[in-house]
């Protein structure tokens, strides 16, 4: 199993142990996605190379099922997590901007 996809199970289960609802999907690639690309972005990163690395990242969590979602999913959250490097930003506000949560 990959990182990511420990990471995504493991918040769902966390989400379900505290009672509250089960995030969706896009919402749990996000924030997975999100927490990946912001560790990288000291970098310097561009909006493509942070739209490839979200793309990636569904891709790999949905097993290469979800090929057109994920590139749509990676369109919607790039522009909104570039507009925000230079801010402290957590996940949760990324996704939720990004109509992903």
């Known amino acids: 199993m990959t990182p990511t996809f420990l990471a995504i199970s493991l918040m769902a289960q966390l ?3 505290a009672g509250a609802s089960t995030p969706s999907i896009e919402c749990t ?4 996605a ?9 970098q310097n990163a ?3 190379a942070i739209a ?3 793309e990636a990242i569904c891709l ?3 097993q290469n099922t979800q090929d057109e979602n994920c590139g ?3 369109d919607k959250l790039a522009p909104v997590l570039v507009s925000f490097l230079e801010e402290v930003v957590n996940a949760e506000e990324v996704c939720a901007l990004a109509e992903l949560c």
């Open 15 to 17: 989400a379900i142990a």
């Open 29 to 32: 690639l996000c924030q997975a």
């Open 34 to 42: 999100v927490n990946t690309i912001l560790s990288q972005a000291q």
């Open 46 to 48: 561009t909006e493509h």
């Open 52 to 54: 490839s690395k979200a």
């Open 60 to 62: 790999n969590a949905t």
């Open 72 to 74: 749509e999913f990676a």
